[in-house]
């Protein structure tokens, strides 16, 4: 293999690796890599696009007098190697297999800060096929799609990787911004005749969300619906005459408004709201979104607008999140959607509009946010962070390589393209949560609250039980939730885990010694423990179930966590030495909360209707809160009560309240002054009960609109 001279700084996608100093890091922070799996990086990095042997990874590895067992240890370091970068055997991005032969290295590198591509990767494609619950984390699906990453790195990758060069017949597409109002506007779908698109908006410090339609070109947007909520969906009838809409909070169900104003009427009780989607089909008959039937996946429907029968399109495998956001192709003959095995574990599927078996379109097990036909049906646009940053992405219906479309940036989502396919519509920015800290006086009010966290998108914090760290969960390394300490004053973060999928709900053991969360490595989540500074990591369930949310018993001798694996959401535990897991509820349950004196068991269920009780001995359960909570994580369990934020409905503030052990009662502690983060667990308060955390809402958004699209 010719030598070459290598670069002190090498840089590949969001990462950037110092050769002398021995150091990896993502969009800036410190990755830890040892030793071993960091010289196998080095390796590969200085013959990007070349194959390099076992052989010369042995030799750089072990000297010739070593005795150790090379296959072993060479296929081990690639494993962490892989898994720091959040890269996949089987969906290779960054490091690529040659069975018997060795490794090759497939991404852009750009040495010592040359703007200029400096290998010629091997082409971007897709693996062979791979073998083969509930509106909570629809949500949060919807936010992973908008994280909060780099934008001069993502523009490079995205440069780097488009396969689809603008030629001299084409003119070149241009990026204007569509709308440019403070807040967040989402769900862009154009008309017929590709003059206007339809959007909901959300002003800054508003608490619901209106319909619009907007001419292109024009100054003015027409309102057409009040209230429909930030997660409601839209499309566009295929005569130009009316939008269908989804409607979220009261009255939740399918719409439909004259595209010019007037007067709106309901087609349908359910659906509308969050990841389920909508299309019209170009016959103008039917409407088809996701439905959710008992306990059983997420599935697309049809439903007749003359009929108004619905018809089952897809039966999504047993215990996943299931099916969402169909949309017809333009000729009318299929469906592409979504399936959603666990959150951010997603993949494109299209299934023939009068049915049949769904055809898998790729296969990268990450996060999919919206998508959306090419105008010949022969492609599909769609949002994804299948690099490890949020961008749009093309590939055939039929499946094959995908290619990464360069005029979008690294927080573009929600795609639409126009009827006659000449224009794009996306949206960029950020719809994130932030954790912010609220101090109590000796009387239990409140200090003025403050932001704790970056702007990256962080959730679900939790004080140690000293008071002196603070755990959470957070996308600031890229596109990726990983778990992350800091310091209780905010300073120190330090990135404990690196697997490169989403990664939540960290928790700490009494003793402080652990930390338990939920990860996605494989089709499900399922539960984890680490020490305390990161490594090593035991995985603690094993099933193809559902297995999130976990939480320590007092005594440090369990792990609660929620699990699917019986048909509906219950509570199971585990021994935290490990173990057969062990169902705790009968009747429902999600998140635990152990009493002080570890007698009690609180939890919330999946829908947070309020917060139960059983005896951690086994027994009935009682219900302690009859209130709609913000969300099933936010409150928390201290020895004279419980705080918990309460829902207000749509249109209000949430409130911090509190329930006295002593006297039963509730009181208002503080009015929450932003929305907060659905369906997270973003609430703590401190063992001192002096600090409260809590999630707050951080909205950026606006469409993007591109011309000349091709």
């Not at 949500?139 to 934008?151: C, R």
Request: proline share 8%.
């Amino acid at each position: 293999m010719p030598g070459s001279e290598v670069a002190r700084i090498i840089r590949f996608g969001v990462f950037e690796v110092e050769l002398h100093s021995r150091e990896l890091h993502r969009n800036g922070l410190k990755v830890k890599l040892q030793e071993q799996p960091f010289q196998i990086l080095a390796l590969l990095l200085e013959h990007p696009g070349e194959v390099v042997t076992r052989e010369e990874l042995r030799r750089r590895l072990w000297p010739a007098d070593t005795f150790v067992d090379f296959e072993h240890s060479l296929n081990t370091a690639i494993k962490r190697l892989r898994e720091t970068l959040g890269d996949s055997a089987d969906t290779s991005v960054f490091i690529e297999t040659l069975p018997r032969r060795g490794y090759r290295f497939l991404m852009p590198v750009r040495r010592n800060g040359e703007p200029s591509i400096a290998s010629q990767p091997a082409p971007l494609r897709l693996p062979g096929p791979m073998p083969g619950w509930s509106m909570r984390f629809l949500l949060l699906l919807a936010a992973l799609g908008a994280l909060v990453v780099t934008t001069h790195l993502g523009q490079r990758l995205w440069s780097g990787y488009s396969a689809r060069p603008t030629t001299a017949s084409l003119s070149p597409m241009k990026v204007v911004p569509f709308t440019t109002f403070p807040g967040a506007e989402v769900r862009p779908h154009f008309s017929p005749d590709g003059k206007q698109i339809a959007f909901v908006s959300e002003p800054e410090n508003a608490r619901t969300a209106d319909l619009y339609v907007k001419l292109i070109g024009g100054e003015n947007p027409l309102k057409l619906v009040q209230g429909v909520g930030i997660e409601s969906v839209t499309a566009w009838s295929p005569d130009g005459r009316y939008v269908a809409f989804g409607r979220c909070g009261g009255g939740c169900g399918i719409y439909m408004v004259p595209a010019l104003g007037g007067a709106e009427r309901k087609l349908a009780d359910e659906g509308g709201c969050g990841g389920v989607g909508l299309s019209w089909s170009p016959d103008g008959k039917f409407l088809t979104f996701a439905r959710k039937l008992s306990d059983d996946p997420w599935s697309i429907f049809l439903f007749g607008l003359e009929t108004h029968k619905y018809k089952r399109l897809t039966v999504p495998p047993p215990h996943t999140i299931g099916d969402h956001i169909p949309a017809f192709s333009p000729d009318g003959r299929r469906l592409a959607f979504r399936r959603v095995s666990s959150p951010g574990v997603t993949d494109i599927y299209v299934v023939p509009a009068e049915g049949g078996e769904p055809h898998r379109v790729t296969f990268d097990r990450t996060f999919v946010g919206g998508l959306a036909w090419t105008a010949d049906s022969k492609s599909i646009v769609f949002s994804s962070s299948r690099l490890g940053t949020t961008g749009l992405w093309r590939v055939a219906a039929s499946g094959g390589a995908v290619e990464a479309i360069a005029v979008a940036g690294p927080r573009a989502d929600h795609p639409a393209v126009s009827p006659q396919g000449n224009r794009l519509a996306y949206t960029e920015g950020s719809l994130h949560g932030e954790i912010w800290r609220m101090e109590l006086n000796k009387l239990g009010k409140p200090r003025s609250p403050a932001p704790f966290s970056s702007s990256w998108g962080e959730y679900g914090p939790q004080f140690s039980p000293d008071g002196k760290k603070i755990v959470f969960y957070s996308s600031r390394s890229g596109a990726y939730f990983e778990i992350w300490t800091v310091d209780s004053d905010g300073s120190n973060p330090v990135q404990l885990t690196s697997a490169g999928v989403l990664s939540g709900t960290p928790r700490w053991s009494p003793d402080r010694r652990f930390i338990v969360f939920d990860s996605r490595r494989g089709d499900h989540s399922q539960i984890f423990v680490m020490d305390a500074d990161g490594s090593p990591v035991r995985q603690m369930t094993y099933s193809d179930f559902e297995n999130s949310v976990p939480n320590w018993s007092r005594d440090g001798k369990w792990i609660y966590f929620g699990s699917n694996r019986s048909g509906s959401w219950q509570l199971w535990k585990v021994p935290s030495s490990g173990g057969d897991p062990i169902r705790v509820t009968r009747n429902r349950g999600f998140f635990a909360v152990e009493s002080p004196n570890g007698s009690l068991i609180y939890y919330a269920k999946e829908d947070p209707d309020g917060i139960w009780q059983i005896p951690a001995s086994g027994g009935e359960e009682k219900q302690v809160l009859n209130v709609p909570l913000a969300s099933w994580g936010d409150w928390a369990v201290l020895d004279h009560g419980i705080y918990f934020i309460k829902s207000e409905g749509p249109n209000a503030h949430a409130t911090v309240r509190f329930y006295s052990f002593a006297t039963r009662k509730v009181s208002t502690v503080a009015t929450v002054d932003k929305a907060i983060p659905p369906e997270m667990p973003d609430f703590d308060v401190s063992p001192d009960g002096k600090s409260i955390l809590y999630g707050q809402v951080e909205k950026s958004v606006d469409i993007m609109l591109v011309e000349n699209f091709h």
